[in-house]
């Protein structure tokens, strides 16, 4: 059974940093596309950040809105992704999901197969 298990999230000022981590149980980790979604109840799933696998020509994606404050990465050998989060803003609160993909870096939520269970980010001003 495939089981992505976020952490990290919680309450910092606005100005603040927040690592999230997800760990992957249960699938080959190196061969997945990585994802962190982001909701909030009054708007769609986004995109924030994405990290492919290995070897592929479009190794990162970030959103407009997070480019040069979050850096995504992963640890292969810890089946462990994480989003280094700094110089967060107030709408950058929502609940933060992990998704994988067996297959490039798509932008689209659907096409994501496994989704953990989210962790809530509160940024406050």
């Known amino acids: 059974q495939v089981q992505l298990i976020e952490s990290g999230g919680g309450l910092v000022q606005a100005g603040g940093s927040l690592t999230l981590s997800c760990t992957a149980v249960g699938l080959s980790f190196e061969w997945y596309t990585m994802a962190w979604f982001r909701q909030d109840p009054e708007k769609e799933r986004e995109l924030v950040a994405a990290i492919g696998r290995n070897g592929e020509s479009r190794g990162t994606y970030y959103a407009d809105s997070v480019k040069s404050r979050f850096t995504i990465s992963r640890t292969n050998s810890e089946n462990t992704m994480y989003l280094q989060m700094n110089s967060l803003k107030p709408e950058d609160t929502a609940v933060y999901y992990c998704?994988?993909?067996?297959?490039?870096?798509?932008?689209?939520?659907?096409?994501?197969?496994?989704w953990g269970q989210g962790t809530q980010v509160t940024i406050s001003s």
């Open positions: 998704a994988a993909r067996f297959a490039p870096i798509s932008t689209t939520a659907d096409e994501y197969i496994y």
